[in-house]
């Protein structure tokens, strides 16, 4: 397998979640998916847009009271807003859903895989070679992200991975599995995927953190 990232197209899938059959000697070890709610609240930011047109219909309320218009007017001119902002944060969460729904994370023993796109699916194959690094990021949710940092020179594209991408990370895009349920047990299997493709031992872990692969890459909670 080449060391570097590779995007694909893929109409079928033979292996669900992957572009094609598993080459000899490779296995899936973990699959998982988001939760289409941590998603819209962490990947499309929904409540800090809801929030900011909350807060524009209220400052439009107090203009028109204070401005000499009726309370109901000055209801009417809030509600606008409101609804205003309702349709951006409804479409978010429609994609939320359906991106959800159309995505698929999968660790081999060789590579991390996602599978994603809601209009144009496509698979991103990340080699254990290209990965500097990895980390877990629990949420009071109950879900977690799992994010991968990529070596320069390699790079991945930040508008193909969008939204399974760190945010505002454009310089150097980092891969996320985002709002995963078993996020420590995804953050355990990579990390021993890790230190295996690196041949090095795995001590126990530690409360499910992604612990050091020495000399190949490194797993930080």
């Given at each position: ?13 033979p ?5 094609g059959?598993l ?21 499309l ?5 809801a929030l ?6 209220l400052?439009?309320g107090?203009e028109?009271?204070s ?22 944060v ?9 991106a ?9 023993s060789?590579r991390?895989?996602?599978r ?12 254990f ?9 629990r ?22 991975l ?13 891969p ?30 530690d409360d ?6 020495p ?7």
């Amino acid at each position: 397998m080449s060391a570097r990232a590779v995007i694909a197209e893929h109409d079928a899938e033979p292996v669900p979640g992957l572009p094609g059959p598993l080459p000899a000697g490779e296995t899936i070890l973990w699959q998982g998916a988001p939760e289409w709610r941590g998603l819209a609240r962490r990947a499309l930011h929904v409540r800090g847009i809801a929030l900011y047109f909350g807060a524009l219909a209220l400052l439009r309320g107090v203009e028109l009271s204070s401005g000499g218009a009726a309370p109901l007017e000055a209801a009417l001119g809030a509600l606008l807003l409101v609804a205003i902002g309702g349709v951006p944060v409804a479409l978010l969460l429609l994609f939320a859903g359906l991106a959800a729904r159309s995505t698929l994370y999968t660790i081999t023993s060789r590579r991390i895989v996602l599978r994603a796109g809601v209009a144009l699916p496509m698979t991103i194959n990340i080699p254990f070679a290209v990965i500097g690094s990895a980390g877990v990021a629990r949420h009071a949710d109950g879900t977690g992200d799992l994010v991968v940092a990529i070596m320069p020179p390699h790079r991945v594209s930040w508008l193909a991975l969008w939204p399974h991408v760190r945010s505002f990370r454009l310089a150097r895009p980092e891969p996320m599995l985002r709002a995963l349920k078993d996020a420590d047990v995804a953050a355990q299997v990579l990390s021993r995927a890790l230190a295996a493709a690196a041949s090095v031992p795995v001590p126990a872990l530690d409360d499910a953190v992604p612990q050091r692969a020495p000399g190949r890459a490194e797993a930080m909670a």
